[in-house]
């Protein structure tokens, strides 16, 4: 269950709607963190920027007073205007440009919830949900390496949620809302197959006799195994060392649906 913690308070809207619509039991919330003022890099940036501005005046008065011309400091006296510049600047952007709102969302039993603060809440039972996807992505600079998280919801015919490294909790919650929906996906998506239709999973497609995209298709009788390593998706075919097809697993809508559904359907064809 993702954490709840944090210096914001959860609506009572959110349990309001989660009973409205039916969804069950809450089972994971996360909230984003918009950005706090930034006092460890401003007051620094302050601090330098009045120490140069006093060494600077200090010169300008002490070279009007021997010469009368305090205009030879004017170097210093710019070169100490820089860090202030940055200073106003960054407390004008702060002060009179938007922020990100507070955003919660949350996953239920039976469905999805997003709440933005001041523009409402939105509710989603599981079978409103076109797909769910994961962008796991390791990102190394020959030295040191960090992954990126983000978890990517598309409500039927509406904008996608987006979960990203600025809420709280994010990997946990992307795995626990990624496995429920797959539970109650994978039986409405095998009686469509049941009945004849073919589901897409964005650049592979599967139906009752294989898998593949367009022409490009093999029987599930030639399929070995699907599986993930290493951030890819690889379709092996019997006797080939080489995966079939390969595809990124970053992104791909219904990850889990297809793996458990492409499971079922090489082993019905084994035997």
Known sequence: MSSERGAVPVPHVLREVAQEYGLGARKGLVQNEPKRFPWGAVLPLAVFSAFLGWIAGSYAIEDQRESGAWYHSLPLMVLAAIPLGFLLFFL??????????????????????????????????????????????????????????????????????????????????????????????VPRDAARLDAGERIDFGLVDINLAGVGRGGDRIGWREVERVEVKQGRVHIRRRGERKAWMTLAAPGFPNLLVFLTLADVLRRQHES
């Open 92 to 185: 004008f952007a702060w002060l009179f440009l938007p922020r990100p709102p507070q955003v919660w969302v949350a996953w239920y039993e039976h469905g999805v919830l997003r709440h933005v603060d001041g523009r409402g809440t939105q509710a989603y039972a599981w079978d409103e949900i076109a797909s769910v996807a994961r962008h796991d992505v390791k990102v190394t600079n020959g030295v040191t390496s960090a992954t990126t998280h983000r978890l990517t919801i598309t409500p039927e015919g509406e904008g996608d949620i987006v979960v990203g490294e600025e809420f709280s909790g994010v990997v946990s919650f992307a795995e626990g809302l990624s496995e429920a929906f797959s539970r109650a996906r």
